[in-house]
């Protein structure tokens, strides 16, 4: 089984920073593109930022300049540091990775984790 942990969510005022993280861990064979997803209250889930295993990034355009991912291949994380946050970032964010297992190695899957709380407060 493929395992993700977010931590570093929480409430801050607008303007303020966070720092999200993500831990992969279980039997992982690769791990491919990363990245963070987020899903505000009645609103369908929506793709904040990824970033592929050589380390380009992408953002969505309202997180562009404020927000920056980042990953340690060695140790299987991605981060996720928010700046300038605005009341409308306010979300559950989930960590996402496409990675293969070793007994398919050449099937890739979506993996998540359970998401963690981001309030921006005004």
């Known amino acids: 089984q493929v395992h993700l942990v977010e931590s570093g969510g929480g409430l801050v005022q607008a303007g303020g920073s966070l720092r999200l993280s993500c831990a992969v861990s279980?039997?992982?064979?690769?791990?491919?593109?990363m990245g963070w997803y987020r899903q505000a209250l009645g609103k369908q889930r929506e793709p904040v930022a990824s970033?592929?295993?050589?380390?380009?990034?992408t953002y969505v355009d309202s997180v562009k300049g404020r927000f920056a991912i980042s990953r340690d291949n060695a140790k299987n994380t991605v981060d996720l540091q928010m700046n300038s946050l605005k009341p409308e970032d306010t979300a559950v964010y989930f960590c996402?990775?496409?990675?293969?297992?070793?007994?398919?190695?050449?099937?890739?899957?979506?993996?998540w984790g359970q998401g963690t709380q981001v309030t921006v407060s005004s």
């Open positions: 279980g039997s992982i064979f690769s791990i491919y593109d």
């Open positions: 970033i592929t295993s050589d380390g380009t990034p």
């Open positions: 996402n990775a496409i990675a293969t297992i070793p007994s398919s190695h050449l099937y890739r899957q979506n993996y």
